[in-house]
C-alpha cells in the first residue's frame, strides 16, 4: 500500500504522515528532509545552488536514507541543523532544479517499493502518481507560522517569526509556481483543510478514508 500526503510548508503533512505510517504499520518517509540534505550537502561543499549542474551531480552521487525525523547521506548522518535558517533562502532553490528532483524521485520510488507513507510537495502527482490514497493538506499563513515555529522552539531554536512569515509565503509561492513538479494535489488527492483540526482528527480522517472499503 502506497498512501501520500502533500501540502505547503508546515500543513501538518510530516506530523500526520508518522502517526498514519505507525497505525497503518507502514514506514514513513518525509521527502523534504532529502531535499534539506543536498541543500546542507551542497552549502558545505561551497556549491552555488543556481550550479545546477554540480547540485545535480551531488543528488547522483549520494544515497539519501530518511527514518522519522533522522537523514542520512552514505550513512552519515545530516540530521543536526537540518533546518537552520541559513539554508532556507537556497533550500527551494536546489528543491527546483529537474535534475536533483530526478534524482531524488527515483530513490523515493525505491523506498516505496513494499509499502510506505510518504510526505511531501509532488508525492501524488511525480513520485507515486498511481497511489492507492493520495491526500493534500492545507492551512491558513497564520496556523502555518504557529506550526512552524512551535517546530523550531521543540527543537530548542530561535524563532523570528516575521522571518519565518516570509519564509513560509516564499517557499510556497516558489514550489506553486515552479516549472518541474510543482506543489499542487493530485486530480484524485483527497483535500483536508486541517485549520480547525488537531492532529488526532486529522491522522483519523485519513486511516478511515485508507481502511473505508471502495
Same mark, same amino acid.
Given at each position: 500500500?502506497?498512501? #501520500?500526503?502533500?501540502? &505547503?510548508?508546515?500543513?501538518?503533512?510530516?506530523?500526520?504522515?508518522?502517526?498514519?505510517?505507525?497505525?497503518?504499520?507502514?514506514?514513513?518517509?518525509?521527502?523534504?528532509?532529502?531535499?534539506?540534505?543536498? #541543500?546542507?550537502?551542497?552549502?558545505?561543499?561551497?556549491?552555488?545552488?543556481?550550479?545546477?549542474?554540480? !547540485?545535480?551531480?551531488?543528488?547522483?552521487?549520494?544515497?539519501?536514507?530518511?527514518?522519522?525525523?533522522?537523514?542520512?547521506?552514505?550513512?552519515?548522518?545530516?540530521?543536526? &541543523?537540518?533546518?537552520?535558517?541559513?539554508?532556507?533562502?537556497?533550500?527551494?532553490?536546489?528543491?527546483?532544479?529537474?535534475?536533483?528532483?530526478?534524482?531524488?524521485?527515483?530513490?523515493?520510488?525505491?523506498?516505496?517499493?513494499? &509499502?510506505?507513507?510518504?510526505? &511531501?510537495?509532488?508525492?501524488?502527482?511525480? !513520485?507515486?502518481?498511481?497511489?492507492?490514497?493520495?491526500?493534500?493538506?492545507?492551512?491558513?499563513?497564520?496556523?502555518?507560522?504557529?506550526?512552524?515555529?512551535?517546530?523550531?522552539?521543540?527543537?530548542?531554536?530561535?524563532?523570528?517569526?516575521?522571518?519565518?512569515?516570509?519564509?513560509?509565503?516564499?517557499?510556497?509561492?516558489?514550489?506553486?509556481?515552479?516549472?518541474?513538479?510543482?506543489?499542487?494535489?493530485?486530480?484524485?488527492?483527497?483535500?483536508?483543510? #486541517?485549520?480547525?483540526?488537531?492532529?488526532?482528527?486529522?491522522?483519523?480522517?485519513?486511516?478511515?478514508? !485508507?481502511?473505508?472499503?471502495?
Amino acid at each position: 500500500m502506497i498512501v #501520500t500526503i502533500d501540502g &505547503g510548508v508546515a500543513s501538518g503533512k510530516s506530523a500526520v504522515g508518522k502517526r498514519v505510517a505507525e497505525k497503518l504499520g507502514l514506514p514513513f518517509i518525509d521527502s523534504g528532509l532529502m531535499y534539506r540534505a543536498i #541543500t546542507r550537502m551542497a552549502a558545505e561543499r561551497g556549491i552555488d545552488p543556481r550550479d545546477s549542474e554540480a !547540485v545535480t551531480r551531488l543528488a547522483e552521487a549520494y544515497q539519501i536514507r530518511v527514518e522519522g525525523e533522522r537523514v542520512w547521506a552514505d550513512g552519515v548522518e545530516l540530521t543536526e &541543523g537540518i533546518y537552520d535558517v541559513d539554508h532556507a533562502d537556497a533550500l527551494p532553490i536546489v528543491s527546483a532544479i529537474r535534475g536533483v528532483r530526478q534524482a531524488l524521485v527515483a530513490q523515493q520510488r525505491r523506498m516505496g517499493e513494499k &509499502g510506505v507513507v510518504m510526505a &511531501g510537495r509532488d508525492i501524488g502527482t511525480v !513520485v507515486f502518481p498511481e497511489a492507492d490514497h493520495k491526500f493534500f493538506l492545507v492551512a491558513s499563513l497564520d496556523e502555518k507560522v504557529r506550526r512552524r515555529a512551535a517546530q523550531f522552539e521543540r527543537r530548542g531554536e530561535a524563532v523570528d517569526e516575521k522571518a519565518m512569515r516570509r519564509e513560509v509565503q516564499l517557499r510556497d509561492r516558489v514550489d506553486s509556481e515552479r516549472p518541474v513538479a510543482p506543489l499542487k494535489p493530485a486530480g484524485d488527492a483527497v483535500i483536508i483543510d #486541517t485549520d480547525n483540526l488537531d492532529l488526532d482528527e486529522v491522522v483519523s480522517r485519513i486511516v478511515e478514508a !485508507v481502511r473505508s472499503p471502495r
